[in-house]
T-cell receptor, first 110, second 117 residues
């Protein structure tokens, strides 16, 4: 079992829908990243959080440390949101290196 | 530039050749990371540099892989005697100082797509 599990692996939705991507992890962490990877490979960090909730525009990220779970929400989704969304955690124990989920491929149709 | 830069953006090489991939981190960032993303696979950690400390090489897949960071800035990832399974996108990231009690957000470069024929 991977240390970081994301669901769903693939998600297709219509423009305007509310999107939720989930991330569960099995180790104690000091931080969690949500990353966005567009076709062509470039990776952008959307959020880094260690507790609570953060919001940037239409994107919201939440984390529950006790339940070892984080969610990424997209409100009023748009075709330009189509990308792979990756959850990555920094474990409390061990080296300063991110452990990545397998990613969720999101497709928003117009 | 304002972000992490990597070169080349694409590299095609023949099996058995050596390749060098370069990463220029954001100015002032003392932590530098190399990751690999194979086709259809997730990202995996390769190596981490923090200031003048010994690098964490725990993610390097074989002794054909090595990396150095000169002057605390530019880093070079070298793959010797390349194999077809080395084909992947190699990503570099940098952050402000990271340590046992601190962690800062990582900023990713655009990656180098390596194809070994």
């Amino acid at each position: 079992k991977n240390e970081v599990e994301q669901s769903p692996q693939n998600l297709t939705a219509q423009e305007g829908e509310f999107i939720t991507i989930n991330c569960s992890y099995s180790v104690g962490i000091s931080a969690l990243h949500w990353l966005q990877q567009h076709p062509g490979g470039g990776i952008v960090s959307l959020f880094m959080l260690s507790s609570g909730k953060k919001k940037h525009g239409r994107l919201i990220a939440t984390i529950n440390i006790q339940e070892k779970h984080s969610s990424l929400h997209i409100t009023a989704s748009h075709p330009r949101d189509s990308a792979v969304y990756i959850c990555a955690v920094l474990a409390l124990q061990g080296a300063q290196k991110l452990v990545f989920g397998q990613g969720t491929r999101l497709t928003i149709n117009p | 530039g304002a972000g992490v830069s990597q070169s080349p953006s694409n590299k095609v090489t023949e099996k058995g050749k050596d390749v060098e991939l370069r990463c220029d981190p954001i100015s002032g960032h003392t932590a530098l990371y190399w990751y690999r993303q194979s086709l259809g696979q997730g990202l995996e950690f390769l190596i981490y540099f923090q200031g003048n400390s010994a690098p964490d090489k725990s993610g390097l897949p074989s002794d054909r892989f090595s990396a150095e960071r000169t002057g605390g800035s530019v880093s070079t990832l070298t793959i010797q005697r390349t194999q077809q399974e080395d084909s992947a996108v190699y990503l570099c990231a940098s952050s402000l100082e990271a340590g046992a009690s601190s962690y800062n957000e990582q900023f990713f470069g655009p990656g180098t797509r390596l194809t070994v024929l």
